[in-house]
């Protein structure tokens, strides 16, 4: 038998021809070795990338996690109990992406950007990678610009930037996700859209919690992210890097976004259970190795970025819950190194009536201070330690009565000073407003008004400020303490001091028990 050279060519030519643009679409399947509590152990996957999406049958997408020489272990997402051993899976050569855009805006989606509210389809038509790089030291700026919460404790004291991470830590029923959603409200005129990520809780809370966004006309710039208390762990872990990447498609757009993740707890709970699912080795408090890893890549993504990269800024609130206040434990201690300063909300403060109920002494702003604007940062200046003396002096009055009369001034004047911080939830105030009642606290025109008169003094000061004084107003909104402008303020408060009326002379006593003396 002879063979013909030009045979087989026009043979081999003729198969290249048929095939799709002359190349040949190569996919890889493998078969399910095991699958129990939404992890599955998948056989064949030679080329499998980490974090790469996979299809299983019925529609469940796997997460590829842990790559060994034999398996790979995924954690699958949908109706996972419907996979059984033996089933074909394939992969799609895809890293996981989450659905972004202004059409989630208003609007409740789980992690994987699927409705939750009833009110249709969302219509994304961007995605962006759940994992991202943070950007590098050359693409940041420093933070410089406020991001104004509303509550005087905080603006005051531990002020927050735009790009900055400032964490939120307190026992529950402390008010943590109260000072998160003042702060979601005080910014929705400000051009900031907020992303709200909550891990493992109830739906009615979070019903709730829009209901409220919305009747403050906030919910409209704000994307919830749920994974609800009865989600599988692999949605609970996915839903923080979920709503990070919502966050900076307005970011790298040059736009501003907050980010509150509540609470990093539960999260560090799901992914623990995931881990020992997944069979890696257990470490302190049975957390994996990476546990500090996994929060680290999460909120290093907050940033306030350079003008060349638009300018844009994500700044994160990650919120952590302690056990009796213990802030030394593993999960609080690896987020409080991670972060640039913390805001520690205490039982005790709270069961006393302090609201918000802020440990003024263990609580820091690492790098808002340089973002304060400057009428604030200069009448805040005296504020922290005033109150951290009359915390200690407190402490010391409960053991002797015999106090002298400087020391009795110091704990009227830091009584008076509680009282002006204090401040309920969902009644944020502008920071021109917050200046000029802090100013009439630390300057003594509280002194001699009676500490349950100083909230409606306050309140009428303001009242009074913006009816008769709104260019003064305007002016330390933007920025301007000069000495006229200090001059101003002050001869306002002087004068409404005096028409509101004191009660209590120079020596802080009654006024009616003077006159008859």
């Known amino acids: 038998m002879q063979i013909n050279p030009d045979e087989i060519t026009s043979i081999l030519k003729s198969r290249i021809e048929g095939l799709d643009g002359g190349r040949a679409e190569l996919t890889e399947v493998g078969t399910v070795l095991s699958v129990a509590d939404g992890i599955a152990r998948l056989h064949g996957l030679e080329n499998c990338m980490s974090f790469e999406l996979l299809e299983l049958p019925h529609g469940v997408t796997g997460l590829a996690l842990n790559l060994e020489s034999d398996n790979v272990g995924a954690v699958l997402f949908g109706e996972w109990e419907r ?27 789980d992690p994987l950007g699927r409705p939750l509210d009833g009110k249709g389809d969302v219509g994304a038509t961007e995605t962006r990678p759940a994992e991202f790089k943070a950007p590098g030291v050359v693409q940041r700026q420093p933070v ?27 026992d529950r029923q402390t008010g943590k996700t109260s000072v998160a959603i003042d702060a979601i409200i005080n910014n929705r005129n400000t051009g900031v859209v907020s ?83 997944l069979r890696r080795p257990p470490g302190r408090e049975a957390y994996p190795g990476d546990v500090f890893y996994l929060h680290s890549r999460l909120l290093e993504r907050a940033v306030k970025l350079n003008d060349e990269l638009g300018g844009g800024s994500l700044t994160a609130l990650p919120i952590i819950e302690t056990q009796a206040g213990d802030v030394s434990a593993y999960i609080p201690t690896n987020v409080i190194s991670i972060t640039d300063g913390q805001i520690f909300l205490e039982s005790k403060l709270f069961n006393a009536g302090v609201r918000p109920a802020i440990n003024v002494g263990i609580s820091v702003s690492r790098v808002g201070g340089n973002a304060q604007i400057g009428p604030m940062k200069k009448v805040a ?26 020391t009795q001034r110091a704990l009227a004047r830091g009584e008076r000073l509680v009282t002006t911080l204090n401040q309920g939830e969902r009644e944020p105030l502008p920071v021109e407003d917050q200046t000029v009642q802090i100013y009439a606290a630390t300057n003594g025109f509280l002194d001699r008004v009676k500490v349950e008169r100083a909230p409606e003094f306050l309140e009428g000061l303001v009242e009074r400020m913006r009816a008769q004084h709104r260019e003064l107003l305007e002016k330390i909104a933007a920025g301007d303490w000069s000495e006229e402008t200090q001059k101003a303020v002050q001869e306002a408060v002087e004068a409404y001091a005096q028409d509101f009326g004191y009660d209590l002379d120079e020596e802080g006593q009654p006024l009616e028990e003077a006159q008859a003396a």
């Open 144 to 170: 410089k610009e406020p991001m104004q919460t509303g509550l005087k404790a905080i603006d005051a004291m531990i002020p927050i930037g735009r790009g900055q991470r400032e964490l939120i830590i307190g």
């Open 83 to 109: 996979v059984a051993e033996g089933d074909t899976v394939r992969r799609t050569g895809r890293l996981l992406e989450i659905p972004v855009g202004e059409q989630l805006l208003g609007r409740i989606v």
């Open 381 to 406: 200046g005296r504020l922290k330690l005033e109150l951290s003396q009359y915390r200690d002096l407190e402490a010391f009055a409960q053991f002797g009565s015999d106090l002298d009369a400087d």
């Open 195 to 277: 992303v709200y990520v909550a891990v493992g809780q109830r739906m009615s809370t979070l019903v709730a919690l829009a209901q409220t966004l919305d009747e403050h006309g906030a919910l409209e710039n704000t994307i919830i992210v749920a994974a609800g208390a009865d989600e599988a762990a692999p949605i609970k872990y996915l839903a923080p890097y979920a709503g990070c990447a919502m966050g900076e498609h307005f970011l790298y757009n040059g736009r501003h976004a907050l980010c509150v993740y509540d609470d990093l707890t539960k999260h560090a709970y799901a992914y623990r259970q995931m881990s020992l699912l």
